[in-house]
C-alpha cells in the first residue's frame, strides 16, 4: 500500500465523512440516524462528520427500500463518491425491502441497485447501533469486506436478473 492509500485509510478511520440518503424509508430509521447528530449522542465528537456532498464522502449512509423513484439518484450519489468507499443498509427495510417488498414500485433491498458493505437490521434502528457499525466496518478487515462486496455484487445480479424476467413476463 502506497503512502498516499495509508494517508487516506487511516483519515477515514480516524474521521469517516458520512451521507444519508432515504431511498424510501417511512422515517423511523431517518429519525433515529438524525438522533445520532444530536448532543445526546453527537457522533461528530468522535470523528464521524455528515456532509452534504457525495464527491466528500467515504460512508453512504442508506435507509428505506429503493423506490423506482430514487433509484438512479441512489446510483448517481453512489458513483459520485470517491473510492475507497462504504454503503451501510440501515433498517430492515434497506436490508431486504422490509415491508414494502412486492410494492409496484418498490425494487428491494439497497443491494438490489448498489453493492453494500454492512447491513444494520431493526425497526427503528437505534443510533447506538449506526454508530457500532460505523467504528465496526472501519475496523474490519480487508478481507471480510471484499467478501461481502462480492456477496453483495453476486445478489445485485441475481436481483437483476430476476428483475429483468419479471419485466419480460409483463
Ligand atoms: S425498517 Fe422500520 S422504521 Fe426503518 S424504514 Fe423500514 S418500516 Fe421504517
Not at 147 to 157: G, N, P, R, V, W
Request: aromatic fraction near 6%.
Amino acid at each position: 500500500m502506497g503512502i498516499f492509500k495509508k494517508l487516506v485509510s487511516w483519515g477515514q478511520k480516524k474521521s469517516p465523512w458520512i451521507i444519508h440518503f432515504n431511498a424510501g424509508a417511512c422515517n423511523g430509521c431517518d429519525i433515529e440516524f438524525i438522533d445520532s447528530l444530536t448532543p445526546k449522542y453527537d457522533i461528530e465528537r468522535i470523528g464521524i462528520l455528515q456532509h452534504g456532498s457525495p464527491r466528500h464522502a467515504d460512508i453512504l449512509i442508506c435507509t428505506g427500500a429503493v423506490t423506482l423513484q430514487t433509484r438512479d439518484r441512489l446510483i448517481q450519489i453512489y458513483e459520485q463518491m470517491a473510492s475507497p468507499k462504504y454503503v451501510i443498509a440501515v433498517g430492515t427495510c434497506a436490508c431486504t425491502g422490509g415491508i414494502f417488498n412486492g410494492c409496484y414500485c418498490v425494487m428491494g433491498g439497497i443491494d438490489t441497485t448498489i453493492p453494500v458493505d454492512v447491513y444494520l437490521p431493526g425497526c427503528a434502528v437505534r443510533p447506538e447501533a449506526v454508530i457500532d457499525a460505523i467504528d465496526k466496518l472501519l475496523n474490519s478487515n480487508d478481507k471480510d469486506k471484499t467478501k461481502k462486496k462480492a456477496k453483495s455484487d453476486k445478489q445485485k445480479e441475481v436481483s437483476e436478473e430476476s428483475n429483468e424476467e419479471k419485466s419480460d413476463e409483463q
